[in-house]
Nanobody
Framework: QVQLVESGGGLVQAGGSLRLSCGAS??????YAWFRQAPGKEREFVAA????????YYADSVKGRFAISRDNAKNTVYLQMNSLKPEDTAVYYC??????????????????WGQGTQVTVSS
C-alpha cells in the first residue's frame, strides 16, 4: 500500500523555524512537492524537487525562506521553513509522482498525497 505520511507541523512564533518531513512507503517516486492550504483559500504550490535533488522550485512567497530536500535512501522529503510569517499558517501537504518531468508545480501532476500537517505561526 502506497502511503505518504507528513510530520513536523506545530505552533511557532513569527520568525521561527520548523522542519516538515514526509515519509513514503510502498514505492519510490521521481518527484516530490509540498503544497499548502490556508483556511478559506485554495491549495497552493510551495516547493518541488526532482529525483536527484539537483532541481528545486519554489513559490515566490517562500523563496529564500524555505528549502526542500530529499533523502532517497530513506524515501523521505523535507521542507525546512525559516523566518516563518503568520501568512504561512496552513495545512501542508506532501505530494509525489511516480514519473515526472519538468517543474511539476500543479496539483494534477501528482499521483499521491499525504494527509497533511498543520503549521500555525503566531504573530
Amino acid at each position: 500500500q502506497v502511503q505518504l505520511v507528513e510530520s513536523g507541523g506545530g505552533l511557532v512564533q513569527a520568525g521561527g523555524s520548523l522542519r516538515l518531513s514526509c515519509g513514503a512507503s510502498g514505492r519510490t517516486f521521481s518527484n516530490y512537492a509540498w503544497f499548502r492550504q490556508a483556511p478559506g483559500k485554495e491549495r497552493e504550490f510551495v516547493a518541488a524537487i526532482s529525483w536527484s535533488g539537483s532541481s528545486t522550485y519554489y513559490a515566490d512567497s517562500v523563496k529564500g525562506r524555505f528549502a526542500i530536500s530529499r533523502d532517497n535512501a530513506k524515501n523521505t522529503v523535507y521542507l525546512q521553513m525559516n523566518s516563518l510569517k503568520p501568512e504561512d499558517t496552513a495545512v501542508y501537504y506532501c505530494a509525489a509522482v511516480k514519473l515526472g518531468l519538468g517543474k511539476l508545480t500543479l496539483e494534477y501532476e501528482y499521483d499521491y498525497w499525504g494527509q497533511g500537517t498543520q503549521v500555525t505561526v503566531s504573530s
